[in-house]
């Protein structure tokens, strides 16, 4: 009984010192409340130099469109050299399944999936495999990005291949790489060589890994040249020429059939054994017009072998090559992107066109409607509260604490080494509702306060000190929630942890800040203001006084 009355008393103790300590804390906070009042300026000063500083984060801290996930999975894409054989893509995609089936053997993977050649359906190239890893859950391996480190050492050595390591993130459609640099022009052989400027630059770029690019002149093919004047004086027209070739060297539709309602294409094409040559050539015979003989094709054409691009992209109606690189850590799509740029305003003619695909054009697009938002989301808030109060004063001492959020919420992304994204704007746009809830609080007690008749200058004293409690508990409330954010782990932790800081360190900041902003502005602008209560009165009164009027 003695012990449990020990204890009691040491529990009384420390509320007490806890008591005492809040008091002495409210103390402080009233006396530095007096002293500031008499110069309500330092408010603006305090929103000028936090907004300043809050612009100044923003342009100094790098971009990215979503930060870098741990998805559980990814993706190797293996280039060979064009017109490899099946056989040949078979060959290397086993000795890459061999050299990664130690990722099973050891747990860190579920299961190691290769496909050859890559694409699906009707396949005419054979170099390019796919394979896709499958990881075990977050718990039971190491990051992904460390494993998909390791994958790209072992692979390094394998001859004739190229080999990159690609995880999809989120928001984003297909194995694409995070930079998509696209260049237009008027011909492709102009563009190759602009292609070359940039390649050249980005290779030195610690930044940049994996560059590729979609237009290699390293496919063979054969160049068909018609002697056009040989062929006129045979009397065999080019089109002649062109449908035979399409006939026996491709495939052409000729005609349509119909068949229990159902209507059919007829397609024309040569047997395999007839074309596999170009010395088969000689087998293809036209018919001319002037004479209707047969003439051997091999009199009216010769071949040239080259080499060229598989695909002749275009993008936006132009002639365009795009060039693609993942980023090493630590290195930020927007700087990724501006080191691109400039490169390409410095090397580049004029009449250069630089566009975007993916990833990098999903960033660009979000970049430029960022502030669009915050500022629509600011009109909004401002538009309820002026509602709420009956006056278009007291919103602007309320949403003063609105940059200050957004400024410690900038603040805690360079403390950690973040960098801003989509995730981040979403995390700006809910500090603006967080911190308003601050200055609803001690602008709704004053107006009471002034409503019983209190002095102007002693309502908002009295009304700041009185919710000095709730704005720090609702405020730790807010931090405290946004921790799991923080330390959280496994699926999605990345895009959690960005938000958290967003939210931890603006409403940190704002609801330290907003106990001396909301007070100085509210004495420095609303002075000649009143409360919807005070109206209310009025009107009531003038109801009253009419009233009377009318019964006498």
Avoid: C
């Amino acid at each position: 009984m003695e012990t449990l009355s020990r204890k009691y008393d040491s529990l009384l103790a420390d509320l007490w010192e806890q008591a005492k300590a809040a008091n002495e804390t409210i103390a402080i906070y009233e006396k530095t409340l007096k002293a500031t009042l008499r110069v309500p300026w330092i408010a603006g000063l305090i929103t000028l130099i936090v907004m300043a500083g809050a612009v100044g984060l923003y342009r100094t801290i790098p971009s990215e469109f979503t930060p870098k996930e741990d998805r559980g999975a990814f993706f190797i894409i293996t280039n060979s050299p064009e017109g490899a054989t099946y056989g040949y893509i078979v060959d290397v995609m086993e000795e890459v399944e061999k050299r990664l089936m130690y990722l099973v053997e050891q747990e860190e993977a579920i299961r190691v999936l290769i496909r050859a050649p890559r694409g699906f359906g009707n396949i005419s190239d054979y170099n390019v495999g796919l394979t896709i890893i499958v990881l075990s859950p977050w718990e039971q391996r190491r990051s992904a990005w460390e494993i998909m480190d390791e994958v790209k050492v072992k692979l390094a050595d394998i001859p004739g291949v190229k080999n990159f390591v690609v995880m999809r993130q989120g928001l984003t459609r297909g194995l694409q790489k995070p930079v998509q640099f696209v260049i237009g022009g008027p011909t492709y052989e102009q563009l190759a060589e602009w292609r070359d400027i940039i390649l050249d630059a980005a290779r030195e770029n610690p930044g940049l890994t994996g560059v590729d690019y979609d237009y290699k002149e390293t496919k063979p093919q054969i160049l068909v040249n018609i002697d056009q004047s040989r062929a006129g004086d045979l009397g065999v027209t080019i089109q002649s020429i062109g449908q035979a070739l399409e006939s026996l060297l491709g495939s052409r539709r000729v005609t349509t059939f119909i068949q229990d309602g159902e209507e059919y294409d007829v397609v024309i094409e040569g047997l395999y054994d007839g074309k596999r040559t170009p010395n088969d050539l000689s087998n293809i015979y036209v018919r001319s017009e002037s004479t209707n003989e047969l003439i051997p094709l091999a009199n009216l054409v010769t071949l040239e072998e080259i080499a060229d691009s598989g695909t002749l992209n275009r993008y936006n109606r132009m002639r365009s090559i795009t060039i693609e690189a993942n980023l090493n850590e630590g290195y930020p799509l927007s700087e990724a992107l501006d080191f691109l740029e400039n490169v390409a305003a410095e090397k580049l003619p004029e009449d250069a066109m630089i566009s975007y695909k993916g990833e990098s054009l999903d960033f660009k697009e979000s970049g430029g409607s960022t502030l669009f938002v915050f500022a629509l989301a600011l009109v909004v808030v401002y538009l309820v509260l002026a509602a709420q109060f009956e006056s278009f004063v007291h919103p602007i001492t309320i949403l003063l604490s609105a940059p200050v959020a957004v400024g410690g919420g900038l603040l805690g992304l360079l403390v950690f080494g973040l960098a801003q994204n989509i995730y981040t704007q979403i995390g700006s746009i809910m500090l603006i509702g967080l911190a308003a809830k601050n200055g609803i609080l001690i602008v709704e007690f004053i107006n009471q306060l002034r409503d019983d008749g209190t002095e102007f200058e002693e309502a908002i004293l009295r009304a700041s000190v009185r919710r000095l409690r709730p704005i720090v508990m609702t405020g730790l409330t807010t931090v405290m929630g946004s921790l799991p954010l923080i330390i959280s782990s496994g699926a999605g932790s990345e895009t959690r942890f960005v938000i958290g800081v967003v939210i931890m360190f603006g409403v940190a900041l704002s609801a330290l800040l907003a106990l001396i902003l909301a007070p100085l502005a509210y004495r420095l602008i609303a002075r000649n203001t009143s409360s919807p209560e005070t109206r209310t009165k009025q009107l009531e009164a003038a109801l009253e006084k009419e009233q009377e009027s009318f019964i006498a």
